[in-house]
């Protein structure tokens, strides 16, 4: 696996076997705003994971029973409508928006998966939904990632892709190219994430569904930008088989460079965000706690104003570790609590280190670093080797964003 | 029991039984930063609930051993500095403090109680404190609350006091005085809350504390500001039996009240707030399954920045229940959510109910009820009878506050 180089390319295509329409069915006043994506590779496998929410829609409904099969063809993204909280009728129309698109891109219904976000409890706009996809019959579909990524976006100030190459069993180049939306709204509505990956490797469903959760465990569900926990988040890997096959770790290791890339791009561009904060916690009893310590750190209004202000402030986090009273194993006086490199606790840095540590504070990426001391966090670290971090038992890496006046904004002021 | 005519009194003095000094240790630069609060009743009683953070320090460790016998006589409040994270220098510190407090105010050292909040990680300025505890040997004391409330503040905007009147079994007058301080910082620390109540009834340690914590457990620890648990909560009860004794139930509902009081006037001068938040969920399986949904729609940061915006957005409330997805009985087609007493789903109000629905957003109280249909909640409400609510089972409501620009000022600026 080799990185891609990053920054804005204006062109990133997808993998061979994909064909896309990025296109504007007139929900928004400007740009795209229906994608269609159909996989015609000659192996096509796809795995899904969805929100965990009690008031999933239609989409995610639909889409569940859709991706089951691990052979689903292609993807309808609606903009701006989540249509959650829309009933019986909601249900009827997100039906009708894939048997449209199916009939137009010659795929059986139950082929289709389809993602929405936007605003909640208000029903699509099926006239213009209708004359949309019944005319993607004879349009021309391309394959172009970057557009499909703009398509989807809401508050996202900038279309989000990742690319990775893989080798082949037999020495050629297969791909992974993810595109996602962050973790921002619109009208009165919720912070969603949509991330799909494509890949022209060839791949079993079984083999790329285990792959694919395991780099979605890592990456983005440790990603949290207010703890909130949206009805339609949707993250989606289609394989289409037209480059060959590839050695299951090189799949594994692409897969979850590519969530992890677009994960911290999704972290850096959440609502009203001016840093990435990342939280790293090893020594703990087990993933799970650690994962929980981190998350605690992580979500604390307190330790992300705190990010925001470029301010050193260790008590808070010991506050934020200290909230999981549950977890009796740890003891504060084994803690070790990091900012960047230089430890703050139980160091106590002096007047010397002031400078070191303001300048860590007011960097573009934050790292905080927490040994609990509840297990030898030396032999956790042997276990990490993929620089995702994270799948070490007893450690875990999670991705946020500090917390500013913009968010209140956003969030506060700029609705109906 | 009868309430007391609330808003700014001039004096709010204690009950009979209790003599009090707040005064100036020269640990802030202006006003009061050190109480000294004393029992002199003839049967003493006390209760004593504590914050359950791993990082709890020496204060709360020492009155945790102190407050066991139920017989605890005074208590000393010193502002500025929580002495948490301070290692065996810290805890010996804390045992000075009580030591000379016991020494001039003549009571047993394991009599007192010690709270403190304000900055983490550094020691007590012990030359200060030694010099102004010794002084308090030849010291005039009163029987002012408000005074001790205003000793106690940090980022409070006003100190906190909460009085109610009972009836005694001969049938005289017994009085419940509570004081308060916040939810706030005053510089790299944490939101920290301590509330004292005192009452000149007569009771047993036993009777006290059970009454003491059922009332906590609806009021303080229904209160969130920001989700940080402090390392110093304290929420302590004395009396001093001058009064004579009183029905249990009188002592029940007036210990409520006046929790309830202070709890809501917490919630109201929240950091940055500029309205209280209170959330109801009725109809829940149980208290349990009904605190949590309150919860995790009172702190997510959409629905606070929604009331601030005064966004009648039941969306983020649906997204808020929906994230409790362990609570599988929660079925979305049985919730109702209502702003007010307007209800918005199912109801989905049009455009003639929006005039009355931004009047309901844009009061200073904003009350979000949700009914979550898995239980009858009419038999529920059949059991909350002291206006305080959330005892009933499958019922709870929780209080908060908006969140604001002011909340990211007050934490990411105006630090060291």
Redesign the interface.
Known sequence: MTAHPPASPSTVPLPAGFRAHAGSAGLREEGDDVVVVVNEGPAPASSAVFT?????GPSVVLSRTNAASGRARGLVVVAKNAN??T?EQGMANAREVLDRAAASVGVPPEGLLIASTG???RQYPMDLLRTHLDGLAGAEFGSDALAVAAAMMTTDTHPKTAVREMTTTTGSTAQVVGVAKGVG?VE????TMIAVIFTDAAVEPGVLDVAFRAAVDDTFNCLSV??????SDTAIAFASGTAGEVAEDELRAALKAVCLDLTRQLARDGEGATKLLTVEVTGARDRGQAKRVAKAIL????VK??V??A?P????V????????E??D?D?ERVRIVFGDLET??A?PGEAELERLTEIMSAEEVTISVDLGVTDSAADAAGGTDGAGGSAGGSCTVYGC????E???I???Y??
């Open positions: 965990r929410s009690l008031f999933a959650v909280a009933g605003v909640i409890g709204m009165p509505d919720m912070a207010d703890t909130d926990t949206s009805t979500n604390s209004p307190l104003t705190a925001h202000g301010d402030n260790w008590g808070r010991a506050m934020a570790i200290g909230k999981n009273h977890d009796t740890i504060p606790y139980p106590f500090d917390l500013t006046r968010y209140i904004a969030n506060a002021d609705t109906t």
